[in-house]
Antibody, heavy 118, light 112 residues
């Protein structure tokens, strides 16, 4: 069965960096686009970033552009999100999700909590 | 960015009764390719969101047929024909017609 497992969250100081990982199983990662979505109590669900199946196309929300970088290693069935210059507004649960043309976010991981605080 | 507005923000329903959630977008969600990329997700308590409906009205695999989606342009509706206790949670609409993908604020459904 399709499974997505995020890791790498934690407590980080403002201005710090964190790298999230998403391990995929139950499907061939290279066949699918992928996205990161975050959720906060105040702002709800926010799409963060997208990467095409081949990794050649990436997109970002304006709120993270220039600070976050999405990447993937299809050979290792893994998706990544490098987060730099973190601020309090980046505090959220981060989910990875499978992203298909026409069927967006059909499977989600359980999420990993990122807390930015001094 | 396309703004998605859901109403109501909360709903209390008696089991066996119908429920309806509205989602309005600030721009038409009809893509130049002819499809409308409007989705519905349910986040049950303590869980990640999961997909219910894709492209306005297509139920995802395993989703009971008491859930139905309809609408076009800027106005969309999710209906539950007979609410069951397992349907509690927060329902979100989302558009992927245009980047960035944007979600509604969520509608919390509880059982009376």
């Amino acid at each position: 069965q399709v499974q997505l497992v995020e890791s790498g969250g934690g407590l980080v100081k403002p201005g710090g960096s964190l790298r999230l990982s998403c391990a995929a199983s139950g499907f061939i990662l290279s066949d699918f686009h992928m996205s990161w979505i975050r959720q906060t109590p105040g702002k709800g669900l926010e799409w963060v970033s997208y990467i095409a199946s081949s990794g050649t196309s990436v997109y970002y929300a304006d709120s993270v552009k220039g600070r976050f970088s999405i990447s993937r290693d299809n050979a290792k069935n893994s998706l990544f999100l490098q987060m730099n210059s973190l601020g309090a507004d980046d505090t959220a649960v981060y989910y990875c999700a499978r992203d298909r043309v026409g069927i967006v976010f059909d499977y989600w991981g359980q999420g990993t909590l990122v807390t930015v605080s001094s | 960015d396309i703004v998605m507005t859901q109403t109501p923000l909360s709903l209390s329903v008696t089991p066996g009764q119908p429920a309806s959630i509205s989602c309005k977008s600030s721009q038409s969600l009809l893509h130049s390719g002819g499809k409308t990329y409007l989705y519905w997700y349910l986040q049950k308590p303590g869980q990640s969101p999961h997909l219910l409906i894709s492209q306005v009205s297509n139920r995802f695999s395993g989703v009971p047929d008491r859930f139905s989606g309809s609408g076009s342009g800027t106005d969309f509706t999710l209906k539950i024909s007979r609410v069951e206790t397992e349907d509690v949670g927060v329902y979100y609409c989302m558009q992927s017609t245009q980047l960035p993908r944007t979600f509604g604020q969520g509608t919390k459904v509880e059982i009376k």
